[in-house]
């Protein structure tokens, strides 16, 4: 069973702090990393994916991944109270699966 | 930003109808999938469609299930017989190209599907 695991929270952050969000994965032949942010009853909105070792950056979001450790995280700096959402990781495996497999998500609460 | 359109945003129906949810990918994305998310789980994958055909289709999309692309816009899911357990949000998504890293998924609003 290809499992994706995240904590789920809450992580409750000040206003203007980083956050740090976790997922493991264990197929450890996943190729593809990808964090989603949900707001409450709308759909996964695609914040960021990454492929390759190391960060990747992108505004105030940076992804990191260690497949050795098969653990992907995403940072965000000075955060906001609309950053306040549950953020979903998903992995896509290998083998031509077009499946993304999807962690539970970590509810991120951002306080003024 | 080209967007994914899902139509209705809420279907109410009694056990046993059939229902069909209605999705149009963006424009010039080639692959098509349709996700759920019961209420409080995680998002789940249900099947991907490709060139007119099912590309991959989990446990979860047995016989009571069908997709279909009717005309160049439209992906629909079918879900016949519906049970309570089918109660969820459905999300349809598009991408560009198959099983390349820079192919993300991009998500439609969602119906929400309440079988009574």
């Known amino acids: 069973q290809k499992e994706v695991e995240q904590n789920s929270g809450p992580l409750s952050v000040p206003e203007g702090a980083i956050a740090s969000l976790n997922c493991t994965y264990s197929d450890r032949g996943s190729q593809s990393f990808f964090w989603y942010r949900q707001y409450s009853g709308k759909s996964p909105e695609l914040i960021m994916f990454i492929y390759s070792n190391g960060d990747k950056e992108d505004g105030r979001f940076t992804a990191q991944l260690n497949k050795a450790s098969q653990y992907v995280s995403l940072l965000i700096r000075d955060s906001q109270p609309s950053d306040s959402a549950t953020y979903l990781c998903?992995?896509?495996?290998?083998?031509?699966?077009?499946?993304?497999?999807f962690g539970k998500g970590t509810k991120l609460t951002v306080n003024p | 930003e080209p967007e994914v359109t899902q139509t209705p945003s809420h279907q109410v129906t009694q056990m046993g109808q059939e229902v069909i949810l209605h999705c149009v990918p963006i424009s010039n994305h080639l692959y098509f999938y349709w996700y759920r998310q019961i209420l409080g789980q995680k998002v789940e994958f249900l099947v991907s469609?490709?060139?007119?055909?099912?590309?991959?289709k989990s446990e979860i999309f047995d016989d009571q299930f069908s997709v279909e692309r009717p005309d160049g816009s439209n992906f629909t899911l079918k879900i016949r017989s519906t049970k309570l357990e089918d109660s969820a949000m459905y999300f349809c998504?598009?991408?560009?190209?198959?099983?390349?890293?820079?192919?993300?998924?991009?998500f439609g609003n969602g119906t929400r599907l309440t079988v009574t």
């Open positions: 469609f490709y060139n007119n055909e099912i590309s991959e």
């Open positions: 998903a992995v896509r495996n290998q083998g031509g699966s077009e499946k993304l497999v």
């Open positions: 998504a598009s991408s560009v190209i198959r099983g390349r890293d820079n192919s993300p998924l991009h």
